[in-house]
């Protein structure tokens, strides 16, 4: 794949890039899976398309109007000018000034963020280090020279040759050739003794020598030092900003660096480790000036061709594409111009289609389903490229479950199972915390519930009224809501028992009274009103009706009673047998007569 | 017209009759009513409390209704008085299990008020 290699390595560096020093550290670097988009670093893993990080600058690019002013126009033109001065066909002492001089004129642009004027001062410490360079070779020649002389000193006094009087030939510095011996430069003052004299000057021409030879060697040291270390901070800014994502001022600092240093373009950068490690295994090969300038050409080309496929891809509504294809090309060249082409409108899109895609993520995270069918419905409109797949399934499968425990919750409410209820309502909860069924559901069976409580409430007010006649016309009321009490469900089926007795007594009453049996009528009414000594009002005035009626009757037995109940047996009896003759089949009478019977004679029967 | 002495042995003769016809009623009288010494019964201050009438001896004649109940020591049964209009409980003790008691008999009946006011016959005479 044509792309792999580099975009591996600037994706796997660029999300970390900001925040984090490259290559020169001691941690491992990040590397990239480029199947999932997930990149592991420090014994941690991101997601490069749902990098926080990355999303806030994808979203302030979106949200930033595209700039259209003269600024980013003049400072495009300044870099490509000094690219051009710089160019291997027009490189010259002349065009390396004026494209230095340009750095600093490029820097004062506000899309720079100075990164020219980092170059400049790069290549002005380069300068500096070259002209001391210069400056180091001077003296080293000097001390050449002397070293000759000293050499040749040393022959003359050693007496290998007191004839000439010529200095030694000249000879280039590191030429390998020895220097010739010529005539002393200074005479010291010798000792008289010839022998002693001589040693003494061997002795002080040594010493010389070896100092020499000690600042020679500290020369080119220095010299060797100062070169290797412009070089070294030159590649340090050059990878910088490749990891900065900066391309074009890697290619001008690339030319700049190529115009000082003879080995530019074949040197290998000289990278940490780790650093090293990783341009190998990415590209195969050890990073070169070339090869990052190759990358950074394929970079600006790749934002280029990613922004052209967004416009294609947004013209035909694939907004879900477009805006990943927009991202990548913004993960390439967030600061290249290529990404100024984009107009407002056309991030606007972009910028709503990736709020929309995000708030659907963290609907479905939060359970929201609600919001989130809202926001498919919205993507699938705006997007016809856009994957509702997962979402939908999500959503269906949080509706069917709920349904179910929701159901299971309204059987368990109709049948006052609490625990059931509350537990079936939570799991719904938890599935759904927002679906407006549950709501709905819930505020029915804590609706019934209090229904069931306010009924409850009458029933015992009723019950304590004796309003029995009520509480059989309101029973459809009261038979669910006394359902969990077996005591007062079973007054409640006493009242109802009692009310159908009485309602089919009195509609017997009713007809005897019709057929001009009025005391028959009233011993009915009569003998329910015993059964049920709670007071029935209808009974009781149907009661009152009827003994007008049947006067004679109803005053028999109730003197009977009374008398009865006084122990006065004999009258008692009478007045029974006066309300049997009125009434011979009336119960009262002859059931008044039996119990006098008996206490009259004990022993009958 | 009669003259004087025919009017005069006509009125001895006729208060004869009349004597002998006064003691012959007084007579006939004085055999049927064997309780002719009791008072009849006030039904209705019996009905109003019998316990007032404790100890008493009333005489009643009435008609037998039914037997109410029966005991190795008597028979309580009802009579009716008043064209049956009136009915009263009387208990007839065991001294008259000889005697048969049947709906519609008339009888004279000698009763006292017992310590519950009911009453007990005493003597009975079937009419």
């Given at each position: 794949?044509?792309?792999?290699?580099?975009?591996?390595i600037?994706?796997?560096?660029?999300?970390?890039?900001?925040?984090?020093?490259?290559?020169?550290?001691?941690?491992?670097?990040?590397?990239?899976?480029?199947?999932?988009?997930?990149?592991?670093?420090?014994?941690?893993?991101?997601?490069?398309?749902?990098?926080?990080?990355?999303?806030?600058?994808?979203?302030?690019?979106?949200?930033?109007?595209?700039?259209?002013?003269?600024?980013?126009?003049?400072?495009?033109?300044?870099?490509?000018?000094?690219?051009?001065?710089?160019?291997?066909?027009?490189?010259?002492?002349?065009?390396?000034?004026?494209?230095?001089?340009?750095?600093d004129?490029?820097?004062t642009?506000?899309?720079?963020?100075?990164?020219?004027?980092?170059?400049?001062?790069?290549?002005?410490?380069?300068?500096l280090?070259q002209?001391?360079?210069?400056?180091?070779?001077?003296?080293?020649?000097?001390?050449?020279?002397?070293?000759?002389?000293?050499?040749?000193?040393?022959?003359v006094?050693?007496?290998?040759?007191?004839?000439?009087?010529?200095?030694?030939?000249?000879?280039?510095?590191?030429?390998?050739?020895?220097?010739?011996?010529t005539?002393?430069?200074?005479?010291?003052?010798?000792?008289?003794?010839?022998?002693?004299?001589?040693?003494?000057?061997?002795?002080?021409?040594?010493?010389?020598?070896?100092?020499?030879?000690?600042?020679?060697?500290?020369?080119?040291?220095?010299?060797?030092?100062?070169?290797?270390?412009?070089?070294?901070?030159?590649?340090?800014?050059?990878v910088?900003?490749?990891?900065?994502r900066?391309?074009?001022?890697?290619?001008?600092a690339?030319?700049?660096?190529?115009?000082?240093?003879?080995?530019?373009?074949s040197?290998?950068?000289?990278?940490?480790?780790?650093?090293?490690?990783?341009?190998?295994?990415?590209?195969?090969?050890?990073?070169?000036?070339t090869?990052?300038?190759?990358?950074?050409?394929?970079?600006?080309?790749?934002?280029?061709?990613?922004?052209?496929?967004?416009?294609?891809?947004?013209?035909?509504?694939?907004?879900?594409s477009?805006?990943?294809?927009?991202?990548?090309?913004?993960?390439?060249?967030?600061?290249?111009?290529s990404?100024?082409?984009?107009?407002?409108?056309?991030?606007?899109?972009?910028?709503?289609?990736?709020?929309k895609?995000?708030?659907?993520?963290?609907?479905?995270?939060?359970?929201?389903?609600?919001?989130?069918?809202?926001?498919?419905?919205?993507?699938?409109?705006?997007?016809?490229?856009?994957?509702?797949?997962?979402?939908?399934?999500?959503?269906?499968?949080?509706?069917?479950?709920?349904?179910?425990?929701?159901?299971?919750a309204?059987?368990?409410a109709?049948?006052?199972?609490?625990?059931?209820?509350?537990?079936?309502?939570?799991?719904?909860?938890?599935?759904?915390p927002?679906?407006?069924?549950?709501?709905?559901?819930?505020?029915?069976?804590y609706?019934?519930?209090n229904?069931?409580?306010?009924?409850?409430?009458?029933?015992?007010?009723?019950?304590?009224?004796?309003?029995?006649?009520?509480?059989?016309?309101?029973?459809?009321?009261?038979i669910?809501?006394?359902?969990?009490?077996?005591?007062?469900?079973?007054?409640?089926?006493?009242?109802?028992?009692?009310?159908?007795?009485?309602?089919r007594?009195?509609?017997?009453?009713?007809?005897?009274?019709?057929?001009?049996?009025p005391?028959?009528?009233?011993e009915?009414?009569?003998?329910?009103?015993?059964?049920?000594?709670?007071?029935?009002?209808?009974?009781?005035?149907?009661r009152?009706?009827?003994?007008?009626?049947?006067?004679d009757?109803?005053?028999?037995?109730?003197t009977a009673e009374?008398?009865?109940?006084?122990?006065?047996?004999?009258s008692?009896?009478?007045?029974?047998?006066?309300?049997?003759?009125?009434?011979?089949?009336?119960?009262?009478?002859?059931?008044?007569?039996?119990?006098?019977n008996?206490?009259?004679?004990?022993?009958?029967? | 017209?009669?003259?004087?002495?025919?009017?005069?042995?006509?009125?001895?003769?006729?208060?004869?009759?009349?004597l002998?016809a006064?003691?012959?009623?007084?007579?006939?009288?004085?055999?049927s009513?064997?309780?002719?010494?009791?008072?009849?019964?006030?039904?209705?201050?019996?009905?109003?409390?019998?316990?007032?009438?404790?100890?008493n001896?009333y005489?009643?004649?009435?008609?037998?209704?039914?037997?109410?109940?029966?005991?190795?020591?008597?028979?309580?049964?009802?009579v009716?008085?008043?064209?049956?209009?009136?009915?009263?409980?009387?208990?007839?003790s065991?001294?008259?299990?000889s005697?048969?008691?049947?709906?519609?008999?008339?009888?004279?009946?000698?009763?006292?008020?017992?310590?519950?006011?009911?009453?007990?016959?005493?003597?009975?005479?079937?009419?």
């Open positions: 794949m044509k792309l792999a290699a580099p975009f591996l600037f994706t796997a560096v660029a999300a970390f890039a900001q925040s984090n020093p490259p290559a020169q550290t001691a941690a491992p670097l990040p590397i990239l899976d480029p199947g999932t988009e997930i990149a592991s670093w420090n014994g941690r893993s991101w997601n490069l398309a749902n990098n926080r990080l990355f999303e806030a600058r994808f979203e302030k690019y979106l949200s930033t109007p595209t700039d259209t002013n003269q600024d980013t126009t003049e400072h495009f033109n300044i870099l490509s000018r000094i690219r051009e001065l710089l160019a291997p066909s027009n490189i010259s002492p002349q065009s390396k000034q004026e494209a230095f001089q340009l750095l004129q490029a820097s642009y506000h899309a720079d963020d100075l990164l020219s004027d980092a170059i400049g001062n790069q290549v002005y410490s380069t300068w280090a002209r001391n360079t210069a400056q180091l070779q001077a003296a080293t020649a000097t001390l050449q020279k002397e070293k000759k002389q000293l050499e040749w000193n040393m022959r006094v050693a007496g290998e040759d007191h004839s000439s009087d010529a200095p030694p030939p000249q000879g280039g510095f590191g030429d390998g050739k020895p220097a010739q011996p005539a002393p430069q200074f005479k010291p003052n010798l000792p008289s003794s010839p022998n002693s004299r001589q040693a003494l000057e061997l002795q002080q021409i040594n010493a010389r020598l070896a100092e020499v030879n000690l600042l020679l060697r500290s020369n080119e040291l220095k010299r060797e030092t100062s070169l290797a270390q412009a070089k070294t901070d030159f590649q340090i800014l050059i910088q900003l490749f990891l900065q900066r391309f074009v001022h890697v290619l001008i690339a030319r700049f660096y190529r115009s000082l240093f003879a080995d530019g373009s040197q290998q950068l000289k990278l940490g480790a780790d650093a090293q490690s990783f341009f190998t295994q990415t590209t195969g090969n050890p990073p070169t000036l090869s990052l300038e190759a990358i950074c050409g394929e970079m600006i080309g790749n934002a280029y061709e990613g922004v052209n496929a967004f416009k294609a891809l947004l013209a035909e509504k694939e907004m879900a477009a805006t990943k294809r927009l991202s990548e090309a913004f993960l390439i060249g967030e600061y290249l111009t990404l100024d082409v984009v107009s407002t409108p056309e991030k606007h899109q972009a910028l709503v289609f990736i709020h895609s995000n708030q659907l993520t963290h609907a479905l995270e939060v359970k929201d389903y609600t919001l989130a069918e809202k926001l498919v419905n919205d993507l699938q409109a705006t997007a016809k490229d856009f994957d509702t797949t997962p979402a939908n399934a999500a959503i269906q499968n949080a509706r069917i479950l709920t349904a179910m425990h929701l159901a299971r309204r059987n368990a109709a049948s006052d199972d609490r625990e059931t209820q509350e537990r079936e309502l939570n799991a719904a909860t938890e599935l759904w927002t679906n407006p069924a549950l709501a709905e559901v819930a505020r029915g069976i609706s019934q519930a229904v069931h409580a306010r009924a409850m409430a009458d029933f015992n007010q009723l019950v304590s009224q004796r309003s029995w006649r009520q509480i059989y016309n309101e029973r459809m009321r009261f669910p809501a006394v359902a969990a009490d077996p005591e007062k469900q079973a007054k409640l089926q006493e009242v109802m028992d009692n009310i159908i007795v009485l309602d007594a009195q509609a017997r009453a009713e007809e005897l009274e019709k057929r001009g049996e005391a028959a009528a009233w009915i009414a009569e003998l329910m009103f015993r059964q049920f000594p709670e007071e029935y009002p209808r009974l009781m005035k149907y009152s009706e009827l003994m007008v009626q049947a006067a009757y109803v005053n028999a037995i109730h009374k008398l009865e109940a006084q122990g006065d047996l004999g008692s009896l009478h007045w029974y047998l006066q309300a049997q003759i009125q009434y011979p089949d009336g119960e009262l009478a002859k059931a008044g007569i039996q119990r006098v008996h206490l009259i004679l004990p022993d009958s029967w | 017209m009669p003259d004087c002495r025919q009017i005069n042995r006509i009125r001895p003769v006729l208060f004869l009759v009349a002998i006064g003691a012959g009623c007084g007579l006939i009288s004085g055999c009513d064997p309780f002719r010494k009791a008072e009849p019964l006030d039904i209705s201050s019996y009905a109003t409390s019998a316990n007032r009438l404790r100890g001896t005489k009643l004649e009435a008609e037998v209704l039914t037997l109410l109940a029966w005991s190795p020591s008597g028979r309580l049964i009802s009716g008085m008043d064209d049956g209009n009136k009915a009263l409980p009387v208990v007839l065991n001294e008259f299990d005697l048969n008691v049947q709906k519609g008999q008339k009888l004279k009946i000698l009763v006292t008020v017992d310590e519950k006011g009911v009453l007990r016959a005493t003597k009975l005479v079937k009419l």
